[in-house]
């Protein structure tokens, strides 16, 4: 594997489930992000991790619980979710802060 | 914070013809700018980046970029666009420090291109 991957690359949950993303990269990178897109908006920077040290928290909602074991690993855990958190959620990483950002494939979340 | 304008929506061009994206940002000292583009379903590519020294930056694919001070811009341009470069185009800055170390997307472009 190559680049940033991101598993599953899609999701259907219902809003009382618990489930997570998982994002790796293999690029040597000490930097990881997430990012929400949803349709008309522009993407939305929700976390940021520095030698999996969180350094940007955008005021995203506590049902969004990020983790960062390692530098080549991220997770987004989701609980209790709404319908309004279906999107496009896209992983990216990068050398350094601030560095140019290449990003995964990312996992279309669908809440029921 | 800083902010980033894509002005158009939707641009259609023909194939073969000359294709510029429009791209202004606001910020008060000189970021780091960006072009991504992503097709559907996909990630987003990185297509050209500046950082600093020449203004007229060369990406992949064909695409070029020039950053103007005067007038906050970074346009994306390509003098003849192939049915392949059909998709949505975003423009984005970074900044360093001050806890907004990530990127600030434009809206993004939708690129088609007519036969």
């Known amino acids: 594997e190559t680049g940033v991957t991101q598993t599953p690359r899609h999701l259907v949950m219902g809003m009382t489930n618990k489930k997570s993303l998982k994002c790796e990269q293999h690029?040597?990178?000490?930097?990881m992000y997430w990012y929400k897109q949803s349709a008309k908006k522009p993407l939305e920077l929700m976390f940021v991790?520095?030698?999996?040290?969180?350094?940007e928290n955008n005021s995203v909602p506590s049902r969004f619980s990020p983790e960062c074991p390692n530098s080549s690993h991220l997770f987004l855990h989701l609980h209790t979710l709404q319908p309004e958190d279906s999107a496009l959620y896209l992983c990216?990483?990068?050398?350094?802060?601030?560095?140019?950002?290449?990003f995964g494939p990312g996992t279309r979340l669908t809440v029921l | 914070a800083q902010s980033v304008t894509q002005p158009d929506i939707h641009i259609t061009v023909s194939e073969g013809a000359s294709l510029e994206l429009r791209c202004n940002y606001s910020?008060?000292?000189?970021?780091?700018l960006f072009w991504y583009v992503q097709s559907p379903g996909q990630g987003l590519q990185l297509l050209l980046k500046?950082?600093?020294?020449?203004?007229l930056v060369q990406g992949i694919k064909g695409f070029e970029a020039e950053f103007k001070r005067s007038q906050s811009s970074f346009n994306l341009r390509k003098p003849s666009v192939h049915w392949s470069d059909a998709a949505e185009y975003f423009c984005?800055?970074?900044?360093?420090?001050?806890?907004?170390?990530?990127?600030?997307f434009g809206k993004g472009t939708h690129l088609i291109i007519q036969p």
């Open positions: 990216a990483s990068s050398q350094d802060l601030p560095d140019t950002q290449y």
């Open positions: 690029l040597g990178h000490n930097a």
């Open positions: 991790y520095s030698l999996e040290e969180r350094v």
């Open positions: 910020y008060g000292a000189t970021p780091y």
């Open positions: 500046y950082f600093s020294g020449d203004t």
């Open positions: 984005a800055v970074g900044v360093s420090g001050g806890g907004a170390d990530g990127l600030t």
